[in-house]
């Protein structure tokens, strides 16, 4: 069994207990894991350290570099044991949204595309220590990496160390989904090679080398996989005017029936549009997106999606069962890239993804905030969002309307924090219908974001603030700076953004 | 003569008077136009259509696309005759910036590499009439272009009719320097095969055919450059910052002593700045950037740099004389590009260019306004800065750390408009100093920008209000949004920004 999983037999002095691995962390290390939106992360160690950390006196503290978001037995339990300094380049753990909205740990919003490159570049300090979950070590002390890619390949090149958490849980057929390419910093940077989303270009493993791998642990510890946000009824009405959307634009000539690879955040919305894609008429549909989840595997049985290419696959555990029986259905429908591939900007234009991104909020202009309440409260992080829309066939953003029970209303005059500019939006959607931004100006832009988008019950609050705000002395993007905000300002103090 | 320019005798019928030409543009048309910061647009016809709009009652309104700023023969002269109804991507025009401001015509503010991207793929409407600037027509009736190329290749491509206007002041020398490659769309775009910046990759003339010719206009009137900025003592503490910079960034490693490509906006920091290239020891020095002035020739005469790739160059009426006296010399050095392969995410990220740009006003998070004074105005546009930040192996802000004789604080609590997010300015410098935010924090940005980058007399202010924001309840990126846009709303009030 164990010969499968470390296939040279020199390496089996490795293993050790996840406690021994633990304690190879010091304090003020840069410790840069595996995992993408909870999904092939350490477990094993992570949870060794945290016990360590409350066992000993000597208080350490490293920083905590991910692919993106990581189960609760990695940023869960390292925020409980007061461990991270500084986090990165996403997350959507309860205890580590709890720190860092304490101001007990520095995070950084990144880029998910960024975060490989900035590393290869020097600009995140050095990577001390790299701990990797895989299913499996190669005779050449490759990594054959399990659920997710994000920025494992970089943080084992850049590591001076790496420690391998194999996973008995993880299905060792996942072996040959990866398709691992790291770009060379410039000059010496070539084109991405990838012209079409099923395009392999890479190893089918994360290149190590047997004397990198300090410590090897052996864990069963399952994907804490977060459980498909259920479709509700706005998100079932988002998805149906975006469906529609999109049907207008294969009407207009500007996508054809087989559409253009897709990208989809996850969450109750993206859930609701895979459905909706599911019903519709589009066919032979392409996935270049980053997590492939049940849904989009529902679609790949159906055929109605033939390719998806992702970082991270994070099925249920009925979805894994059926995973592991399909293996070889899904093997030629299934690509797992690194980050810095599955967003970068290339490829997205190149390909000409249709990407569709879940905002906070939208203000009249356009501009989207992805990721701070009321401006200085982190939800997630921006993640991939950035790398897509910027780059994107057409962009799209969906959020409901209001939020907190009709409370807040997502179409504010001025969003309290800025992810996604007036120049990179082109469409939002709404349960109450759709923006289709793309060559409107600012003030044309309000009117359809207005119309279209916004609540009835907040409608006549934007409309007069915008008529008002248009009688400024400038009239490009016209804004009453002193109350621009005040929405946000208002619920801060009263719970509400209503004005009675 | 004009056998040369004009090198194909049937097309001699299609020349006509800058009048006649004029009157093919009729109500409610979209007229696109080369031109890329003043140069290579076209000046006949604007004016002739200008004179004729005054001259007739039926007045015509047209939707007005360019590369980025054209001179006021074309801005200038439509705008005072209220022809523009719509305006993009770009301006540096005061009249057509009153009428935008005063709310007379819609500008949309956008991403120079998106323009001709959008405008293949139908999202800005179908272009009527091109109007191109050149120094001749090929026997097969394609353009050689004069001093710019912006987005003039996709407007040619998708104009229905093409107006040409003949520059005799322009040099025929610049037959030879561009280079034509417009990326195919999605599905079908490959690899824009460029691995250095003096790749060539495409043809000399722009594409076009005698067909789709519809009139050609033979006219003199020379670039309306605008003078190059004089180097302020301000500027010079700047560019010295940042010269010291990227000194560092070779000591540590991030960079070798040929850094590498330079993207530098205009105007009086980027001049202090290529004179400070000039003087340091950095050499064999490459640009890949939009605009090629007398700044960065001089460079070249002195082989500091080796090569520049842009998308227009603008040189002085003595710079002119000399670019054509040497035109031997310097035709290896220079290449001008379309915008959208000038500003592509793909190679820009590629070629790993440090991004110069110059801000309107940055926050103590490092958010950036580029375009909009006190949130309404608009300024100039975002040009090229969006695509080069996001994308660089750098990307670097500069600006005074105050404007209007000190009674702006270009560093606020928050800007009042967005066009560069946290997500993407890793470096900001003033004259006071530099703040490099990589790998920082919110909380950790804000301190470095405060303390390396505010004028002495907004420091207390600034961290006065930074300490009171980090007592509120959410401490990721600490605001107090009552007050965060309360310094523009003192200065629109008071005239000033300080507190007494």
């Not at 037995?73 to 380049?89: N, Q, T, V, Y």
Request: charged share 25%; hydrophobic share 40%; net charge neutral.
């Amino acid at each position: 069994m164990l010969s499968n999983r470390i296939r040279n037999s020199k390496l089996l002095n490795k293993v050790c207990t996840a406690k021994e691995a633990a304690m190879l962390i010091k304090d003020g290390m840069n410790v840069a894991t595996s995992g993408f939106t909870p999904s092939g992360y350490p477990k094993a160690v992570p949870l060794a350290l945290a016990k360590l950390a409350k066992e000993t006196k000597n208080k350490i503290k490293i920083n905590l570099y991910t692919g993106a978001s990581v189960g609760d037995e990695l940023d869960g339990a390292l925020a409980r044991a007061d461990i991270i300094e500084k986090r990165l380049p996403y997350q959507t753990n309860k205890s580590l949204r709890e720190i860092t909205n304490r101001g007990k740990c520095e995070f950084l919003d990144m880029h998910l595309s960024h975060v490989p490159h900035y590393t290869k570049l020097g600009f995140l300090g050095k990577i001390d220590i790299a701990i990797i979950e895989a299913v499996a070590i190669t005779k050449e002390g490759h990594i054959i990496p399990s659920t997710s890619i994000g920025a494992s390949p970089t943080y084992v090149k850049m590591a001076d160390k790496v420690i391998i958490e194999i996973n008995t849980s993880q299905p060792p057929q996942l072996e040959g989904m990866a398709d691992i390419y790291i770009p060379k910093n410039p000059p010496y940077t070539r084109p991405i090679p990838i012209v079409m989303p099923n395009d392999r270009i890479g190893t089918e493993y994360i290149p190590c080398g047997i004397d990198k791998i300090a410590a090897i642990v052996i864990t069963d510890i399952k994907d804490n996989v977060r459980p498909l946000a259920p479709v509700d009824e706005t998100s079932q009405k988002i998805s149906e005017h975006l469906i529609n959307f999109l049907k207008r634009e294969v009407e207009e000539g500007r996508l054809t029936n087989e559409l253009l690879p897709i990208q989809s955040g996850v969450g109750s919305v993206a859930n609701a549009v895979l459905a909706g894609l599911g019903k519709s008429d589009f066919e032979n549909l392409v996935c270049y997106t980053e997590v492939i989840q049940d849904s989009m595997l529902e679609l790949i049985d159906t055929s109605k999606v033939l390719f998806a290419s992702g970082t991270s696959i994070t099925p249920s555990i009925e979805g894994l069962e059926k995973f592991k029986e399909n293996i070889k259905f899904y093997r030629d429908k299934i690509i797992l890239r690194p980050q810095e591939i599955s967003n970068h900007p290339e490829v997205i234009r190149r390909l000409g993804v249709i990407a569709i991104n879940t905002a906070v909020e939208v203000d009249i202009y356009g501009n989207v905030n992805s990721t701070n309440i009321m401006g200085s409260g982190m939800m997630n992080g921006i993640g991939g969002s950035g790398d897509f829309t910027r780059n994107a066939y057409i962009s799209i953003f969906t959020t409901p309307s209001t939020a907190k029970n009709g409370e807040i209303s997502s179409i504010v005059p001025m969003v309290s924090h800025h992810d996604h500019t007036e120049h990179d939006v082109m469409v939002v959607i709404t349960e109450q219908g759709v923006a289709d931004l793309r060559g409107l100006s600012p003030k044309e832009r309000a009117e359809s974001i207005i119309k279209n988008c916004a609540h009835p019950d907040f409608r006549p609050m934007l409309i007069d603030y915008f008529n008002r705000a248009k009688e400024g002395r400038d009239k490009h993007i016209p804004h009453i700076l002193e109350e621009a905000l005040s929405w946000h300002a208002r619920f801060m103090k009263k719970g509400t953004m209503r004005v009675k």
